[in-house]
């Protein structure tokens, strides 16, 4: 057995009361839905709890390497093995894993790339595929392709979804053949979260040409201090990107700051996501939003920034482009305060601003560059994904103009 029982510290998780009514659903109709907000233990039970129901390898897609190499560490520890025993890791440039593995944690790009190498995954029993409220494109082709081989080739793989949010209906109607896959829904009791809402003095966060003011991580910076002194516990700030991570950091000199970013080094990772006895300032992206936990956070400073794929039609070219949160991630980025007690979350905008928000970010397929998503569906044999059941169709514009991309490198023919 993997699952370990409630009394192994860590282990006794919201979750629990939704892994025998997801298993069912899985031997039953071979798809589900889990949904379960962040922190509820979706990551780390689920996989353990179909290993010892299916038997083969379980396989858990997730968005990035950062949360790979961090849900594979957290589920060993649950086993209680060294990591690369019954559980591994794979992502380019670095794998753990021998002949016992029976769970493994990959980024979803990596298992698309294994997909097209191998289309009947041989030895696996179940794909996970995490995280799915965030809509990223390898995510979206990683179900059409998971799919398409349990239509045609092996309908006894079972292919499993997991949401932070409730948002799922079009997510059960594609996973399900016969009708929507069954959902599951696990809740967790959080913790009162209080709001505080501290505009910054500039009109705009944003200079031209899509560069953050400075004057938004001044303010990001001394909304931090205040939050230290007013509450205990460490604080968890969420900027754009990497470039916002150092400034925030520069300007809060003095304090234990600890970045945290898909480029660090694995152990400069972990420092980030460990438990400390001194209070700690962790400064991040999106990526610790729902799919990372960091433990000890009481406290919560939003930005209110995140970095978005955006595609320049007119040249044919993608970018990150910095954008306003929308108020689903924003809620994400609140409850992350209120784990495990009373919180507080201290958002760099005003609740005017807060009501013109977005309700959910957009999904990549719809802004995204799709050169490389068409390439994949053309390596497939799906041309413009012809056959496969997409989440959402691909805007026509864009694809047109990724397959004449793709036309003019000589990469796809008629």
């Known amino acids: 057995m993997l699952l370990p029982d409630v009394s192994v510290p860590g282990a006794d998780l919201p979750v629990r009361t939704a892994l025998s009514p997801t298993v069912d659903a899985v031997r039953s109709r071979g798809t589900a839905v889990l949904v379960a ?50 559980v591994g890791h794979a992502m380019r440039g670095e794998r753990s894993g021998g002949p ?65 949010t409730a948002d799922t209906v079009r997510l059960s109607r594609a996973l399900g053949a016969d ?19 501290t505009p910054p003095p500039v009109a705009t966060p944003l200079l031209p040409g899509g560069r953050v003011d400075p004057r938004l991580l001044d303010h990001v910076a001394d909304v931090v201090r205040r939050a230290c002194a007013e509450n205990e516990g460490d604080v968890l700030v969420f900027v754009p990107g990497e470039a916002e991570i150092h400034g925030v950091s520069r300007r809060l000199a003095g304090e ?23 209070r700690r300032v962790v400064v991040t992206t999106s990526v610790a939003e ?21 595609t320049d039609q007119a040249r044919g070219l ?41 309700e959910h970010p957009a999904p ?17 044999g799906a041309p413009g994904g012809e056959g496969l059941t997409l989440l959402e169709q691909p805007p026509r514009p864009a694809m047109d103009a990724a397959t004449g991309l793709l036309r003019a490198f000589g990469a796809v023919d008629d």
């Open 37 to 86: 907000p962040p922190g509820s233990g979706k990551t780390s039970l689920l996989p353990l709890a179909l290993a010892d129901a299916l038997g083969g390898t379980v396989v858990v897609a997730e968005p990035r390497r950062l949360a790979t190499r961090a849900a594979a560490t957290r589920l060993a520890s649950l086993v209680g093995e060294p990591l690369g025993r019954r």
């Open 100 to 164: 016992d593995l029976r769970v493994e944690v990959v980024t979803t790009g990596l298992l698309v790339r294994r997909l097209q190498q191998d289309p009947e995954l041989p030895g696996v029993s179940a794909i996970v595929v995490d995280e799915c409220h965030e809509r990223h494109l390898d995510a979206d082709l990683l179900l059409a392709l998971g799919l398409d081989v349990r239509a045609n080739l092996r309908d006894d793989l079972a292919l499993v979804a997991t949401s932070a």
């Open 179 to 197: 009708g929507p896959a069954p959902v599951v829904t696990a809740t967790a009791a959080r913790h009162e979260v209080a709001v505080e809402w």
């Open 256 to 278: 234990n700051v600890l970045p945290l970013f898909g480029r660090q080094s694995r152990a400069e990772q972990e420092r980030a996501l460990t438990p400390s006895v001194t």
């Open 290 to 310: 729902s799919s990372l936990t960091v433990p000890g956070v009481r406290v919560v400073v939003d930005s209110g920034l995140a970095r978005e794929p955006r």
């Open 318 to 358: 993608g970018a990150l482009v910095t954008t306003r949160v929308s108020r689903s991630s924003a809620e994400q980025r609140a409850g992350r305060a209120g784990r495990e007690a009373p919180g507080r979350v201290y958002r760099c905008w005003s609740e005017t601003d807060h009501a013109r928000l977005d």
């Open 364 to 380: 990549e397929i719809a802004t995204a560059d799709l050169a490389s998503f068409a390439l994949d569906l053309a390596a497939w």
